[in-house]
């Protein structure tokens, strides 16, 4: 088992350098092409906080790193991570719902209480 446990902690760390790898290089070229500003809050960076600066994905594809940069745009970590999460929300069936409906209709009695009728669970009736 310790052999197959060796072998898999070395796979992933050789698909950790490869990514590391395209991200480098991808990065580096974007922050050639582009200004180092956000591309959502306007935030400027320098040499000393260029690591808060990210490349994002257009369509999401980490893969996809046209020479033209075409796919990339720079984002600071807060408005990158805010993109990641508004497409997640967009995205059908990655959400944290557990796929349970709502049964309770909190307005199935407004009509009535609107035309003047008495709530059937209230008893103003006085006695």
Same mark, same amino acid.
């Given at each position: ?48 906080? #260029?690591?808060? /600066?990210?490349? @994002?994905?257009?369509? =999401? ?7 033209? %940069? $075409?796919?990339?745009? #720079?984002?600071? /970590?807060?408005? @990158?991570?805010?993109? =990641? ?7 059908? %069936? $990655? ?8 049964? @309770? ?23």
């Amino acid at each position: 088992m310790k052999h197959s446990n060796d072998r898999l902690d070395q796979l992933v760390a050789q698909a950790r350098q490869s990514q590391a790898e395209r991200e480098r290089g991808y990065r580096e070229q974007a922050l050639k092409m582009y200004p180092w500003i956000c591309g959502r809050c306007g935030r400027e960076f320098t040499r000393a906080n #260029l690591r808060e /600066l990210t490349v @994002h994905h257009r369509d =999401h594809n980490h893969d996809n790193n046209p020479a033209d %940069g $075409s796919n990339w745009e #720079l984002l600071c /970590l807060y408005c @990158h991570d805010n993109e =990641h999460q508004r497409y997640t929300d967009a995205t059908p %069936g $990655s959400g944290t719902a557990t796929g349970t409906a709502a049964t @309770h209709n909190p307005f199935a009695g407004l009509a009535g209480l609107l035309k003047g009728e008495n709530d059937p669970g209230d008893d103003h009736s006085g006695t």
